[in-house]
């Protein structure tokens, strides 16, 4: 199965706290390519309390198998790429998966440990991303199962045994007179 791998950079918006014993929130905020050579939970800018930070760097697979996918993402109008954070704290936080896949990153945002964000793909990324979809996307046609007949005996037909035999039943003659 052909597989691309983009590294890219991830960007993170730490806002200050909205109350006194609030911590702050941790926001996935852009990815890069090429992956910057800064070290890995960096503060980059500080603006009034809110800071960016880059978080580090992770490999955006590119599966064969999801091209349909990630055409989907790309006719949206405003592709998108899928980050997850594990942490609050952005001088400790670290990059769990990029993901170009919306139903992958819909399934990052189930889990409560992660903080998932989509963020705007860049249009290097957009471009590889859409030269691998026309490389190695296959259409593959919906075909409708047809049910197979089956052979069914009289009994079937008529809707089988009954479950329960007369003599099964509460209340019934068998099982009366052995406790005294």
């Not at 064969?64 to 609050?88: C, E, F, K, M």
């Not at 957009?126 to 009289?154: G, M, Q, W």
Request: with cysteine; charged share 25%; aromatic share 6%.
């Amino acid at each position: 199965m052909p597989e691309q791998i983009i590294r890219l950079g991830v960007l993170g918006l730490r806002r200050p706290p909205v109350t006194r014993w609030g911590a702050g929130e941790l926001l996935p905020m852009a990815v890069m390519m090429p992956e910057p050579a800064t070290a890995a939970n960096t503060r980059v800018m500080d603006e009034a309390g809110t800071e960016t930070w880059y978080l580090g760097g992770r490999d955006l697979s590119l599966w064969s198998g999801d091209t349909a996918y990630y055409r989907d993402n790309l006719v949206s109008g405003q592709p998108r790429i899928w980050v997850a954070l594990r942490g609050g704290d952005p001088a400790r936080a670290q990059v769990v998966s990029v993901s170009a896949d919306p139903n992958e990153g819909e399934g990052l945002s189930s889990d409560l440990d992660l903080i998932v964000g989509a963020v705007p793909m860049p249009d290097a990324v957009r471009a590889i991303v859409a030269e691998f979809v026309d490389c190695n996307h296959v259409e593959i046609p919906f075909k409708r199962r047809k049910r197979s007949p089956t052979a069914l005996s009289e009994e079937e037909v008529r809707g089988g045994p009954r479950v329960l035999q007369p003599g099964d039943k509460w209340g019934s003659d068998r099982g009366r007179g052995q406790r005294s």
